[in-house]
């Protein structure tokens, strides 16, 4: 989230392209939401899983209920992880496109 962070602040040249440039921004802002939904995401898995697998109501099921829901969670956060990275990686070639003259991109 930090480096897409960096991406959103820097300003972008004058005389590119809104097309170009609406690209680059969706994407930058696309990486970034997904990266911070991560963050959140794991830090709600680490709090709330293992105190519902410690202080359950229903003893070891609650221990397999608790498993359960991490590993559902598990799919949905590593998928976010993905599409946050290749938005970041998407932008960055649009940064490059845009920074750089086109032959040397």
């Not at 004058?14 to 969706?26: C, F, I, Q, R």
């Not at 209920?65 to 949905?76: F, G, K």
């Not at 992880?81 to 991109?105: D, Q």
Request: proline share 4%; net charge negative; charged share 15%.
């Amino acid at each position: 989230a930090g480096f897409a962070f960096e991406q959103v602040t820097e300003p972008v040249p004058e005389g590119t392209g809104l097309g170009l440039e609406a690209v680059y921004v969706a994407l930058t802002c696309t990486a970034l939401g997904m990266e911070l939904c991560v963050c959140m995401s794991c830090t709600f898995c680490c709090i709330f899983g293992k105190g519902l697998a410690l202080r359950g109501p229903h003893g070891a099921r609650s221990v397999h209920v608790a498993i359960d829901n991490l590993q559902a969670e598990q799919r949905l956060v590593f998928t976010q992880f993905v599409v946050g990275i290749l938005a970041y990686l998407g932008s960055h070639i649009i940064e490059m496109w845009i920074y750089f003259r086109p032959r040397i991109a």
